[in-house]
């Protein structure tokens, strides 16, 4: 189907189902804050989840743990999953037309919060290339992340989860209802502003000597600078020569408020649901040599690096995908 009519029929599609979309998108939303709140676990951590759980369903990106486990987390209801985003799925099935932001792989990213299938391209890249040259994977700041139990299982390669007590205690609980294999996952509960990662770690049988690979994704943006730096400097001098780590981040004046209405009010919430943005890296142009300044000034060296959103040579990006290693 061209381009131009895929388009169009799809905006149709959309149009017809879209009282049934608002209405349950309402139901859906008022059902997830309920179940939410009070449980002391991240709502941001949903966003991956839920691109993955549709990249799967539109056959883009084979990922069958997200869905199961999205259904058996608290707010997951299927029936109104369907009910707000199925037409929408269904039509972008139908027509082949893709939002942006929920296509397969991509490269490219119009902006800060329209990045998910340009994020999770970046980090599948890095973290299949990698499978191969170490033996531990960690996941750092996990979430519910299910790369552990697909993408990321390889003979040979230990993984790790790292993220809060309540968090893995929800993710462990989904996870058994969901009735996905969690034995070869070893699970290490941290606080990142309070605790080192890497004593967590090592209580949990991780070898620091062994080269690995570190999958950190969506996590920077609510840490402390300190938080951030002090894991970027553990990588640098107490993980093994070889080992690496990906991570994504938002510009630095972003953080300080000077960005679009649009992005201020979309920070503003996440501040009200108590997980504010805390922690970017400054993207003035040139910004990848910004990116190669932190990373030196703690130890590691760039080995790839991805813009977020369409900045220029006179004007600054919404922030960065990188990989740095530490050889």
């Not at 397969?104 to 499978?131: C, E, N």
């Not at 972003?254 to 400054?282: C, K």
């Amino acid at each position: 189907m061209p381009k131009l009519i895929a388009f169009l029929v799809f905006l149709l599609i959309e149009l017809i189902f879209l009282p049934s979309t608002i209405l349950g998108m309402i139901l859906f939303a008022g059902v997830f804050l309920r179940e939410v709140r009070g449980k002391n676990i991240s709502i941001t951590a949903y966003d991956p989840l839920f691109a993955h759980w549709v990249l799967d369903a539109l056959g883009k990106r084979d990922d069958e743990a997200a869905g199961r486990l999205l259904y058996a987390l608290p707010g997951g209801s299927p029936g109104l999953l369907g009910l707000a985003f199925g037409p929408t799925m269904w039509a972008m099935h139908v027509t082949g037309f893709t939002i942006k932001m929920y296509d397969y792989p991509v490269h490219s990213s119009s902006g800060i919060f329209a990045i998910l299938g340009h994020r999770t391209t970046f980090f599948d890249d890095a973290l299949l290339r990698h499978l191969d040259h170490v033996e531990q994977v960690v996941i750092l700041g996990a979430g519910w992340d299910t790369r552990a139990y697909g993408m990321a299982r390889r003979k040979g390669v230990r993984v790790f989860e790292v993220d809060t007590v309540e968090t893995q205690a929800q993710k462990r609980e989904s996870l058994e209802k969901a009735k996905i294999d969690s034995t070869d996952v070893t699970f290490a509960p941290a606080n990142f502003n309070k605790e080192s990662w890497l004593d967590a770690l090592k209580r949990v049988g991780f070898d620091p000597d062994k080269p690995t690979f570190i999958l950190w994704e969506g996590v920077t943006y609510y840490l402390e600078a300190e938080a951030v730096e002090a894991t970027i400097q553990t990588v640098a001098t107490q993980l093994a020569k070889g080992s690496a780590i990906a991570f994504d981040y938002a510009a630095k004046h972003i953080i300080e408020g000077d960005a679009s209405l649009f992005v201020r009010i979309a920070l503003l919430e996440l501040r009200i649901f108590g997980e504010p943005w805390m922690f970017g890296i400054s993207t003035d142009p040139p910004a990848k040599e910004q990116l190669v300044e932190f990373l030196g000034h703690n130890g590691l060296k760039l080995a790839e690096y991805e813009p977020i959103g369409k900045g220029d040579k006179k004007q600054r990006l919404d922030g960065g995908l990188a990989l740095a290693v530490n050889n």
